[in-house]
């Protein structure tokens, strides 16, 4: 039991130093090495077969609440209803947002086994950001998906992720399309749909 348990706590240091390591070098990465590096430290975990289920959500979770820019996804999610989010609500609505948002992402992620990463195109839009495409071969599985990162410089890191495409959506679009559909039938009550984020995101 004692041996266990010193197993899982140096993989938990080896993991931090890993993540800690990269975010080190991360000043003097372009957008497809950034976005290399976060694919990596994802595989890595899926790859572990010393981590539970549990674990693995737990590690990909923080990827994603450290890499995404949780304030523009929650704005642009609200579509036209962002005027309606009070100063009031904003931070309540910021960590509903944050913790559903990853949530979602890690688990889509954890249900694929590990493999690599091939960048295959970086395309600048400019103030809209850096698009950056990729294809993920996963191990024992025929067929490779392709995942688009639409990114975006960040004053407190390089980069942040804005949204997500896997094999062809839109992640941070699909969850709009949801969230302003919910808000349409709710007379565009932020509080509402707050609710409505944290009863669901477990």
């Known amino acids: 039991m004692l041996k266990k348990i010193l197993h899982k706590n140096i993989l938990i240091f080896?993991?931090?130093?890993?993540?800690?390591?990269?975010e080190l070098i991360s000043e003097n990465q372009s957008a497809s090495e950034w976005v290399e590096g976060i694919s990596n430290q994802a595989l890595v975990i899926l790859g572990n077969d010393s981590l539970t289920d549990l674990n693995k959500m737990e590690y990909l979770e923080n990827i994603f609440i450290k890499s995404l820019d949780i304030k523009r996804v929650s704005l642009f999610i609200l579509g036209p209803y962002r005027r309606n989010l009070k100063p009031a609500e904003s931070s309540q609505y910021f960590d509903a947002i944050k913790n559903f948002i990853s949530n979602v992402y890690a688990k889509r992620l954890s249900s694929y086994p590990s493999g690599s990463i091939e960048i295959t195109k970086t395309e600048d839009k400019g103030k809209r950001g850096i698009i950056v495409s990729s294809i993920i071969t996963f191990n024992d599985r025929p067929n490779p998906i392709s995942i688009d990162w639409w990114i975006i410089p960040s004053s407190t890191s390089l980069y942040?992720?804005?949204?997500?495409?896997?094999?062809?959506?839109?992640?941070?679009?699909?969850?709009?399309?949801?969230?302003?559909?919910?808000?349409?039938?709710?007379?565009?009550?932020?509080?509402?749909?707050?609710?409505k984020i944290e009863s669901q995101k477990n």
């Open 14 to 22: 080896s993991l931090l130093i890993f993540f800690q390591s990269n």
């Open 160 to 195: 942040k992720v804005f949204d997500i495409r896997i094999s062809g959506i839109w992640m941070a679009q699909e969850q709009r399309s949801t969230f302003t559909s919910f808000l349409s039938r709710n007379n565009g009550n932020i509080l509402n749909l707050i609710k």
